[in-house]
């Protein structure tokens, strides 16, 4: 089973009629969607066949119950999830322009008061757990423990990082804890001091890690472990790019659900590559997760 750790958003969606550098657009459709890193590549790793569950706490007040409505309907178990009326999901505002590009605006300050469950509830999740899924940047406190015992006890350890947590070095310090970092382009240069990409990935790989992965939108991936013995490119599947939202977080559960599978590095990568490309070519309003079929299809 797939465990992920991080937050969840509730998305307020605007799609409008140009390009973010026209400066303005007409709204042609508002959506209420569920996101949120982990939330989305549990959501895809379920939809393409494996066992997944949240690890954390949701808000207990029934405003918020569309939220389990929705790990219900994608298969995403809440055996691991603890309740408090004083959390609620991440609130985000999402402008998905007319070439495929976003902007989300978000206020997360509930994230400061969202706890992981009890002990009970965290030993329970780890004795199961095959995987773990850590967006580092939205992970509650208490992580940097779960994920040292789950390092300890030989459970791979796919970690997301978008930023920095301000004034906090949580992010650094669950990084140097994972062992199969996935991290968009911007990110990987910014915490290498690297000014490109294959740069970025020879940097972190000095780190000791299973293997190291680099996103860098239409350019492709950039990834390196044991056995490719260099830092490898992987392009992205020329498709038209309707609404990106979503698709780096689908790329995360799409490679973990391969790698859980015995994938070889470049077929992770190839994976989940046509996973993110599957949801990037959909129409905005429909289903914005993978199934095993199209990604099939996208990748023959």
Same mark, same amino acid.
């Given at each position: ?11 307020? %969606? ?46 207990? *007040? ?27 999901? =991440? ?17 997360? *300050?509930?994230? !400061?008061?969202?706890?992981? /469950? /009890? ?20 992970? /509650? /406190? ?9 390092? &300890? !006890? ?14 906090? !070095?949580?992010?650094? *310090? ?7 970092? %996935? ?8 915490? !290498? ?19 190291? =992965?680099?996103?860098?939108?239409? @350019? ?11 830092? =490898? ?18 790329? @995360?559960?799409?490679?973990? %659900? ?15 590559? &046509? ?26």
């Amino acid at each position: 089973m797939i465990i992920g750790i991080g937050c969840v958003a509730s998305d307020d %969606v605007l799609v409008t009629s140009t390009t973010w550098v026209a400066g303005k657009g007409r709204v042609l459709q508002r959506e209420v969607r569920l996101g949120g890193n982990v939330r989305t590549a549990l959501a895809a790793a379920a939809s393409l066949g494996l066992k997944t569950a949240y690890l954390g706490t949701l808000g207990g *007040d029934t405003r918020w119950s569309y939220v389990l409505d929705d790990f219900r309907a994608r298969g995403v178990a809440l055996d691991f999830v603890d309740f408090s009326d004083d959390v609620h999901p =991440v609130l985000s505002t999402v402008i998905v322009t007319s070439d495929g590009e976003r902007y989300i605006a978000f206020d997360d *300050d509930v994230l !400061t008061r969202t706890p992981l /469950p /009890p002990e009970t509830t965290v030993a329970a999740a780890l004795a199961i757990a095959e995987l773990l899924i850590i967006d580092a940047t939205t992970a /509650p /406190p208490g992580s940097l423990d779960v994920l040292t015992r789950a390092r &300890a !006890t030989g459970i791979p350890i796919v970690l997301d990082a978008e930023r920095h947590a301000p004034g906090s !070095t949580l992010v650094t *310090d669950l990084l140097a804890l994972a062992d199969h970092p %996935v991290l968009p382009a911007a990110f990987a240069m910014d915490v !290498t001091g690297s000014g490109d990409v294959r740069d970025a990935v020879e940097a972190l790989w000095s780190r000791g890690y299973s293997s190291v =992965v680099v996103t860098d939108g239409v @350019h492709g991936v950039y990834a390196r472990d044991a056995q490719t013995g260099g830092v =490898v490119h992987v392009s992205a599947f020329p498709v038209v790019a309707r609404d990106t939202n979503g698709c780096g977080d689908t790329f @995360h559960g799409a490679y973990a %659900v391969a790698l859980l599978e015995g994938a070889t590095l470049l077929d992770r990568v190839r994976f989940a590559s &046509a996973a993110a490309a599957v949801v990037a070519q959909r129409q905005v309003g429909g289903s914005r997760v993978p199934t095993l079929g199209e990604v099939q299809a996208m990748m023959a």
